[in-house]
C-alpha cells in the first residue's frame, strides 16, 4: 500500500497508519510505537521485538527424528517458550532402529540450540525456554564461526582419510552439532529480525541452509568410512578430498572479500574438479568411488552459493 507524506510544521513529515493494522493491534491514540532504521527501510512495530512467545505442541506419535525437528524449527521461528506434549514415553529411532526416551530426545534437541533450556521435564510434558537475549547485532559473529567450523571438519576428514585414523574422523560429528547450533540460531535472528540490509535477508537465509547440507553431507561421509569403509583410500581420492576443501576455503574467502573475477575462477575450478572425477572413477577403487561421490554434491551446492553471494553485491 501506499501513503502520502503529510507536512507538519517546518521540519517534520507524518504518515498516517492503516486504520486495520492499529486495530489488530490494539493502538490508541496518545500510545507509543517503535520505530527501526535500516538505511531505505522503516520498520514500524507496536513495541520493542520480544520473540513470539509461548507455543505448545502434541508429538504423539512421531519419530525422534521428526520431534527434533519440530522442536528447532519452532526455535528458529523465534519462540521463547516451547512445550512439548506426548502421551508417548519413548519414539522410535528410524535409522538407529531403536526406541528412544522423550527425555532425551527433548535434551538431545536443545544441546542443537544457543542459549535454551530445559526447565521442565514432567510425564508427557516438557518445556523447552529460551534464556539468552538475541540481537541482530550477533549475526555477522555467528555466520562466520559457522565457516571456521565447516573448514574445520574439511580438515578433520582430510587428516582422518590420509592419516587413516578414525579417531579423527568420529570427532567431525562433534564438529557438525556445533555446526548446527550455530545455522538454528542465525536462522532465528534472522527470522525474529532480518538482516540489517532488509532486501537481502531472504539470500543470507539461503546461504545459511546451504551451508548446513554441506556440513551435514561432510558429517555423513564421515559416518560411513568410519563404519562401513576401509580407510585405504588412494593418493588420488585424498587429493580429490582436498580439492573439495580448497574450494570452499576459497569461497570463505571470497565471501568476505567479494571479487567478481573470483567468482569466474570458482566456477572454472568446479568445472574442472568434476572432469577430474569422472576421468578416474573408472580407475579408482569402490571405496574411493563411495567416498569422492559422497561429497560431489557439494561441488553443486557451491554453485548455488556462489550465485548467492553474487547477489548479494559488494
Not at 237 to 265: N, P, V
Amino acid at each position: 500500500m501506499k501513503r502520502k507524506l503529510v507536512r507538519q510544521g517546518h521540519n517534520t513529515l507524518t504518515l498516517s497508519l492503516p486504520r486495520r493494522w492499529c486495530e489488530i493491534n490494539k493502538l490508541k491514540e496518545g500510545e507509543e510505537v517503535e520505530l527501526s532504521e535500516k538505511l531505505n527501510c522503516l520498520l514500524v512495530s507496536k513495541e520493542a521485538y520480544r520473540g513470539s512467545g509461548e507455543i505448545k505442541v502434541d508429538v504423539s506419535g512421531l519419530d525422534r527424528s521428526t520431534i527434533m525437528l519440530l522442536i528447532q524449527s519452532l526455535y528458529t521461528y523465534g519462540h521463547n517458550l516451547i512445550t512439548i506434549n506426548s502421551k508417548d514415553s519413548k519414539a522410535r529411532h528410524v535409522l538407529g532402529e531403536k526406541d528412544v526416551s522423550m527425555p532425551k530426545i527433548v535434551h538431545d534437541s536443545v544441546n542443537r540450540l544457543v542459549g535454551a533450556e530445559v526447565i521442565s521435564s514432567l510425564k508427557g510434558e516438557y518445556k523447552i525456554q529460551v534464556i539468552t537475549d538475541d540481537s541482530r547485532e550477533k549475526f555477522d559473529v555467528v555466520l562466520r564461526r559457522i565457516f571456521l567450523l565447516i573448514t574445520e571438519m574439511f580438515e578433520c576428514l582430510e587428516q582422518g582419510i590420509e592419516k587413516r585414523d578414525k579417531e579423527i574422523i568420529e570427532n567431525i560429528a562433534l564438529q557438525q552439532a556445533n555446526v548446527k547450533k550455530f545455522i538454528n540460531y542465525s536462522l532465528r535472528i534472522l527470522n525474529k529480525f532480518g538482516h540489517e540490509q532488509a532486501e537481502k535477508s531472504n539470500f543470507y537465509f539461503a546461504i545459511i541452509n546451504f551451508l548446513g547440507k554441506i556440513s551435514e553431507i561432510i558429517k555423513n561421509t564421515a559416518g560411513y568410512t568410519v563404519v562401513e569403509g576401509s580407510l585405504n583410500q588412494s593418493k588420488q581420492a585424498c587429493l580429490l578430498i582436498k580439492e573439495i576443501g580448497e574450494e570452499f576455503s576459497r569461497y570463505y574467502d571470497l565471501f568476505y572479500k567479494y571479487d567478481i573475477k573470483k567468482t569466474s575462477e570458482l566456477h572454472v575450478e568446479r568445472d574442472k574438479f568434476k572432469g577430474r572425477f569422472y576421468k578416474l572413477y573408472k580407475k579408482i577403487s569402490k571405496d574411493d568411488v563411495f567416498i569422492v561421490a559422497s561429497l560431489m554434491p557439494i561441488a553443486d551446492i557451491m554453485l548455488d552459493l556462489i550465485e548467492l553471494r553474487m547477489a548479494i553485491g559488494y
